[in-house]
């Protein structure tokens, strides 16, 4: 009898421990190998699998020399090879039709536009990645869920950025922007001009909070997370910044649980407390990083083309006068919206989107199969010659003087905020806020590049200047 259980015993721990192998065999060999003959088969390009590693050497070594390079002119443009390092080697290697391992993963590169409008416009096929936990660590909330979770929590938060709450946001925006051009304003005050790294203090404006940004992980959630208790725990919510030191994200959070009572009323939806900060984390940081990086470009690039510079002052002094910024005049920032949007096409802060395909999928003429990745990688298809001339890395802002369906031609070969349903929540608050500082920064100060600038793009989450951005300001009298 005893013999019988140990027998089954061994029997059960024999079949489980030959399921285990066998998955891990299927997981890092067998199905990699199908995977690649699938690809092949179809006219993708790569290179062979190799054991659990795949790519990863390459992708390592084109990122670490990159940043690594020799500066670049600061009046060229170019950046995809350093931004995106790996893209370039393996187009290089194979073409644009190419995939690259990530370990056992084969990533697919896809640039027709055609295309990615099919992957997102369909987003409950071409899902995002799952997260490895450390990425659950950064990011969480609304970026990351999908299905019934992400479309309650997009409902429940999307009133919080319509155009009456931006508009409520403005006066808090104009003064954690008071702040920064005070303290540039002293710094001026007794040569009437001063070289500056703008970049930290631009990261300090487009915080929610306007205390000093943190940029250490661990402090900032529950910097982040202990501010958004004590907001819901209270229910001092106010609706003008009072607040003090939680003005945009008091505002962006009181929006957010008045939708969520009306919401849950209606649906009977529930969204816990930790939810809320869970998403009031994400808009810190999905927000704070992009739009720094687009007010960092911009400033760059504006001190590369000081005609454009001049131009948008004029603009600016036009709509607004001696008053500060205000939501309606924003509107009226023709040049300066066709700068941004030049910006963002030459230095989208997203460089790159990552798609997961879940179950075998028809993309285009293409069947791709379960376990594949997609990269799009906004930056390349944005600096095409085909799409955007020969002369598509300088800088044009001209080319958007009608709209962005004119620049494009309706070819969907711009989207720095990304497109479909799960386009950027945050678009408006974005131009809003970046519309706001560079008005205040153009009517106080006159800029350029400092010899000490080293024009060094690379990807850190955004596109951001590796070496800072040592500008040279001028006070206006
Ligand atoms: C210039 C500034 C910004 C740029 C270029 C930008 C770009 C993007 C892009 C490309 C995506 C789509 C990613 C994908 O499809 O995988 C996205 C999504 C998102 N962005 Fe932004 N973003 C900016 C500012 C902001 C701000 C200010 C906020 C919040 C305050 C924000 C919150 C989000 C959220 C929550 C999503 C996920 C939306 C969803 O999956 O439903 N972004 N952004």
Known sequence: ????????????????????????????????????????DQGFKGNPYRFLYGDYKEFASEIKEARSKPPMESSDNDIVPRVIPFHQYFVNLHGTNYFAWLGPKPRLNITDP???????????????????PLGKLLLTGV??????KWATCRSLINPAFHLEKLKLMVPAMNSSCCEMISKWEVLVSTKGSCELDVWPDLCNLTAFLPTKANRRMKKLY??????????????????NGEEGDNDLLGILLKSSLEATDQEQGRKNIKLTVEDIIEECRLFYLAGQETTTA????????????????ALA???????????????????????????????????????LFVRNIHKNTKLGRFVLPAGTEIMVPIIVIQHDAEAWGEDSKYFKP????????????GQGTFFPFGGGRRICIGVNYALVEVKIALAMILKRFYFELSPSYVHAPSLLLTVQPQHGAHLILQKIF
């Open 294 to 309: 687009l007010l960092v470009w911009t400033m760059v690039l504006l001190s590369n083309h000081q005609k454009w510079q």
């Open 398 to 409: 001209e080319m958007f003087s009608e709209g962005i369906a004119k620049a494009t031609d």
């Open 313 to 351: 002052r004029e603009e600016v002094l036009e709509v607004f006068g001696e008053s500060e910024p205000n939501f309606d005049g924003l509107h009226q920032l023709k040049a300066v919206t066709m700068i941004l949007n030049e910006v963002m096409r030459l230095y989208s802060p997203d460089a």
């Open 143 to 148: 970026v990351v869920h999908e299905g019934e």
């Open 222 to 239: 529950n910097e982040v997370g202990a501010l958004v208790r004590k907001i819901i725990n209270k229910r001092q919510l106010t609706t």
């Open 114 to 132: 055609k295309l990615i409008k099919e992957i997102l416009s369909n987003i409950d096929v071409f899902r995002k990645p799952a997260m490895n």
């Open 1 to 40: 009898m005893e013999a019988t259980v140990s027998s089954i015993l061994l029997s059960l721990a024999l079949a489980t421990f030959l399921t285990c192998a066998w998955k891990a065999v299927n997981w890092v060999w067998l199905r990699p190998r199908q995977l690649e003959r699938c690809l092949r």
